[in-house]
C-alpha cells in the first residue's frame, strides 16, 4: 500500500487535503499537507473558485485534466456537482480544441498509445497499461475527430473525455476504463510539419496493412481482457462501418458514432410521440443529407418499427433520404449503405417538394449545411402536420439547419423541435418553448454501465433501442409541456442508471449476459455505479 509522499501522488486513492487527522497519522502523511483537514464539499468550492477566474475554457479543461491526474475521486466529484456546466468542459466542444493542441499542450501520460511501427507488439504494449482487468476500451485512429477532420495522435483527448462521461454520468468504475490510441500516421499536413508533432510523421497506412492491424489490437484485447468492450470512436466513415461489421457479431463492441447516434434520435422521436400521440409505425421520416448518419438512424428506426410489428422492408420504406442532388430514387447512383432507403419515385430536387410529395411527420436534417430548413421548409411541415416533428441534427450550431426560433416561430409554435447543438429556450406568441439537445450522451455511458455490469458477450442493436425507450420514458410531462423532448442533463447519472438497468435486464434475458441474474436488476446496478465519495483506504 502507498503511504505517505506516494500516497500523495496516487490519482486514484489521494484525497488531498481531505485526509482526516488519524489517516494523515497513520499514513504517514503529517507535515506533508496544510494542518486542518476539509471536507469533500469544501474540496469541490475550491475548484470550483479556481476555475471561476479562468477566462477560457482551454484553461478550464486543462485545470481539470491536472485534477485528474491528482485526484480521482474530487475530479468526479467536481463533474458529477453540475454535469450541464462541465460535461462541454472535459467533453465537447472543448475535447475538440484541445486535440487541436494536444502535441502543445501535452502534460502527462493517460492512456496506451498503440503505433503502427509496434505492429507484432501490440499484446506487450497493453502489458504495460497497470491495470489488469479492463472492462471497457474506447479506441480512436484520430481521423474524423469530431467535426474537426484528422487530428493524428492528438485523438486521444477523445477517448480519455469519453471515458470520463462513462464514469461521472453512468458510474462506469474508472479504474476498469482505458482509453487508446491508434497512431496509423496523419494525413494532416499541418501536423505533420508542427515540430512539436507527437505521432508517427507519415501518411495513414490503409487496406490490409490497416486490417491486419485493427486484428492485432483486438485479438490482443481479447487475450489480455476476455470480460472487455471495445467502443470504437471517431473513426473515419471508410473503417467505421466495416470495422463494426466485422467485430459485432464477433466480440463484444460497438460505435457510438453509428449506434449511439441513432439510438438518441430514436429516444427523441418516441418522446415526441408522447407529445403527438401518435405510434413509431404510424411516421415517416425525411433526411435532409444521406450520409452516415442518416442512414444509421433510418436503419435503427426501421429495426424499431419491426419490433412493433412492421415487416422490415415496409418499415425501411417509410425512411426517405434526400441529398445535394435531390431525393433518392431507385433510379439514383446509390452507395450500398443508401439503397434499402431508396424511393420508388419521381426525380424531386427541391426539398419542398419532397415534403408535399412524402408528407413526412419528421424531417431530420443531417447535411452539415446551415439555414436549409427555411421558412417554406417549415410552414410545409406546418400544414402537412398538426405537430411537426423538427430535428436539425447538423453541429455545431452554426451549421444547424434552423434554429429553435425558426421552427417555433414558422410553425406558430406547433413544431416538435430538437437539434444537434443547444439552443437556448425561446417564448413565441407568449408561449416559453425549451428545445432538446439529441446528445448521445443520454445513451453511451449507460450502454457502457449495463455492459459492464452483465459482462454482455455482445452489444445489439435492440439493446440500442430499448437504451432509446427508457431515454424517452424519462422525459417528465411538464417538460413535455415545454417542447423538451429529452431529459434533463442535471439528472443524468440517475437517468443513465435507469437506462442501464432496462438495457441490462434485455442482455439477461436474451441469452446474452456472462453475469449471473441478480434478484433486483436495479439495485444491482446502483450498488456497482461508482460514487465520488471517499471510500476506506486499505
Ligand atoms: P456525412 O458527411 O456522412 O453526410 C452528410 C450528407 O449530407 C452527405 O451525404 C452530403 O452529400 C449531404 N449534403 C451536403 N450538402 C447537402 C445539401 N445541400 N442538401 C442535401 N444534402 C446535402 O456526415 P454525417 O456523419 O452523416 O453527419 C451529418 C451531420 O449530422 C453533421 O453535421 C454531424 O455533426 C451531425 N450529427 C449530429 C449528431 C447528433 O447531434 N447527435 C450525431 C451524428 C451526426
Redesign the pocket.
Known amino acids: 500500500m502507498n503511504t505517505g509522499y506516494d500516497l500523495l501522488h496516487n490519482a486514484r486513492i489521494n484525497r488531498g487535503t481531505a485526509f482526516s487527522d488519524s489517516e494523515r497519522r497513520a499514513l504517514g502523511l503529517e507535515g506533508l499537507l496544510p494542518p486542518v483537514p476539509t471536507t469533500l464539499e469544501h474540496q469541490v468550492a475550491r475548484i470550483h473558485a479556481q476555475l471561476a477566474v479562468l477566462d477560457s475554457d482551454l484553461l478550464k479543461y486543462l485545470l481539470l485534466s491536472d485534477l485528474q491526474s491528482r485526484n480521482e475521486i474530487l475530479y468526479y466529484s467536481v463533474l458529477m456537482s453540475d454535469p450541464a456546466i462541465f460535461l462541454p468542459l472535459v467533453y465537447t466542444p472543448t475535447v475538440g480544441e484541445a486535440c487541436q493542441k494536444f502535441d502543445h499542450i501535452f502534460h502527462a501520460a493517460r492512456g496506451i498509445y498503440l503505433p503502427i511501427s509496434a505492429r507484432g507488439r501490440l499484446s506487450e504494449y497493453l502489458g504495460n497499461w497497470p491495470q489488469k482487468d479492463v472492462r471497457f476500451i474506447v479506441v480512436t485512429d484520430g481521423e474524423r475527430i469530431l467535426?474537426l477532420g484528422d487530428l493524428g495522435v492528438g485523438g486521444m483527448g477523445i477517448p480519455i473525455g469519453k471515458l470520463a462521461l462513462y464514469t461521472a454520468c453512468a458510474g462506469v468504475p474508472p479504474e476498469l476504463c482505458l482509453p487508446v490510441t491508434l497512431d496509423v500516421g496523419t494525413n494532416n499536413l499541418g501536423l505533420r510539419d508542427d515540430p512539436l508533432y507527437l505521432g508517427l510523421r507519415q501518411e495513414r497506412v490503409r487496406g490490409a496493412a490497416y486490417d491486419a492491424f485493427i486484428e492485432e489490437f483486438v485479438d490482443a484485447v481479447e487475450k489480455r481482457y476476455p470480460k472487455s468492450c471495445i467502443q470504437w470512436e471517431d473513426f473515419a466513415?471508410i473503417n467505421a462501418v466495416p470495422i463494426l461489421v466485422r467485430y459485432r457479431d464477433r466480440i463484444c463492441t460497438y460505435n457510438d458514432?453509428i449506434q449511439g447516434?441513432a439510438s438518441?434520435?430514436l429516444a427523441g422521436i418516441y418522446a415526441a410521440l408522447r407529445i403527438t400521440g401518435q405510434k413509431l409505425a404510424d411516421q415517416r421520416l425525411l433526411f435532409?443529407?444521406?450520409?452516415?448518419?442518416?442512414t444509421g438512424i433510418a436503419d435503427l428506426v426501421s429495426q424499431a418499427m419491426a419490433l412493433e410489428g412492421v415487416p422490415l422492408k415496409v418499415a425501411r420504406g417509410k425512411s426517405a433520404l434526400?441529398?445535394?442532388n435531390g431525393l433518392l430514387t431507385t433510379a439514383s447512383e446509390l452507395r450500398d449503405f443508401q439503397k434499402p432507403f431508396a424511393v420508388n419515385h419521381a426525380p424531386v430536387t427541391d426539398f419542398v417538394e419532397a415534403i408535399a410529395a412524402l408528407r413526412p411527420t419528421v424531417i431530420i436534417g443531417?447535411?452539415?449545411?446551415p439555414k436549409?430548413f427555411n421558412q417554406k421548409v417549415i410552414e410545409k411541415m406546418a400544414e402537412i402536420n398538426e405537430r411537426p416533428i423538427i430535428l436539425p441534427?447538423?453541429?455545431p450550431t452554426s451549421?444547424s439547419e434552423c434554429t429553435a426560433e425558426e421552427a417555433y416561430t414558422w410553425s406558430q409554435g406547433r413544431a416538435v423541435f430538437a437539434s444537434?447543438s443547444p439552443f437556448p429556450p425561446v417564448t413565441v406568441n407568449g408561449h416559453r418553448f425549451v428545445p432538446g439537445q439529441?446528445?448521445?450522451v443520454y445513451i453511451f455511458p449507460a450502454m457502457g454501465m449495463a455492459v459492464y455490469a452483465t459482462e454482455a458477450r455482445r452489444v445489439t442493436d435492440e439493446m440500442f433501442i430499448v437504451a432509446a425507450k427508457s431515454v424517452a420514458e424519462q422525459v417528465h410531462d411538464d417538460s413535455l409541456a415545454v417542447g423538451l423532448i429529452y431529459p434533463s442533463q442535471g439528472k443524468i447519472f440517475s437517468a443513465s442508471l435507469h437506462v442501464a438497468a432496462q438495457v441490462a435486464e434485455y442482455v439477461f434475458d436474451h441469452g446474452l449476459a456472462r453475469a449471473p441474474k441478480p434478484a433486483d436488476i436495479g439495485r444491482w446496478i446502483r450498488d456497482k455505479a461508482f460514487t465520488a465519495t471517499y471510500r476506506p483506504i486499505g
Open positions: 467535426g466513415n458514432d447516434t438518441v434520435v435532409l443529407g444521406a450520409g452516415s448518419a442518416a434526400f441529398d445535394i443531417v447535411s452539415t449545411v436549409l441534427l447538423s453541429n451549421r444537434g439529441g446528445n448521445n
